[in-house]
T-cell receptor, first 115, second 116 residues
């Protein structure tokens, strides 16, 4: 595997379900991100982890819970979601370095549908 | 916080013609402006970026210009081809600031269709 991978690619869940999205980066990066992409807000930053520490939470509802156990893996735990949470959830990673490019590499996303 | 506006939201061009997408930003401290291309079923991919100490950058058929005074930057695609059809996003960030994480603020996206 190369780059940034995300599983599952598609997920359908009911409002009472609990599920998790997984992201793995094979680039040796030290920062990872969760974005929500929907028709209303095309690329909305949800969480940022740098060196496995959460450094940004853009006022995301508590029904979304991120977890970053190490620099290569990022999870998004979902519980009691609403239909308006249906969207494409994108994971990204970058190498944070002073003066560096800091280019973000995106995974293919998980298409989530909440019934 | 930063706000990035992108226009147009859709753009249809004939193959071989040029395409121009424009973005404006609000935070004068922003100094890094990447452009991403998103094809169907894929995540966004960086195609070109520019920093605030440069006014123009070119990479083959793609060029980006930056006007710091007016706080706007543009993507130019020349000699468009069908494979250029995709959604393009501009973004802005403050690089070099000692804050963990590279927080990009994205524009709303432009759906480009190149007609053969």
């Amino acid at each position: 595997e190369t780059g940034v991978t995300q599983t599952p690619r598609h997920l359908v869940m009911g409002m009472t379900n609990k599920k998790s999205l997984k992201c793995e980066q094979h680039l040796g990066h030290n920062a990872m991100y969760w974005y929500k992409q929907s028709a209303k807000k095309p690329l909305e930053l949800m969480f940022v982890y740098s060196l496995e520490e959460r450094v940004e939470n853009n006022s995301v509802p508590s029904r979304f819970s991120p977890e970053c156990p190490n620099s290569s893996h990022l999870f998004l735990h979902l519980h009691t979601l609403q239909p308006e949470d249906s969207a494409l959830y994108l994971c990204a990673s970058s190498q944070e370095a002073s003066g560096g490019n800091n280019e973000q590499f995106f995974g293919p996303g998980t298409r989530l549908t909440v019934l | 916080g930063e706000n990035v506006e992108q226009h147009p939201s859709t753009l249809s061009v004939q193959e071989g013609d040029s395409a121009v997408i424009k973005c404006t930003y609000s935070d004068s401290a922003s100094n890094y402006f990447p452009w991403y291309k998103q094809e169907l079923g894929k995540g966004p991919q960086l195609i070109i970026d520019i920093r605030s100490n440069v006014g123009e950058k070119k990479d083959q058929r793609i060029a980006v210009t930056l006007n710091k005074t007016a706080k706007h930057f543009s993507l130019h695609i020349t000699e468009t081809q069908p494979e250029d059809s995709a959604v393009y996003f501009c973004a802005a960030a403050k690089k070099g600031i000692k804050a963990a994480g590279n927080k990009l603020t994205f524009g709303g996206g432009t759906r480009v269709l190149v007609k053969p």
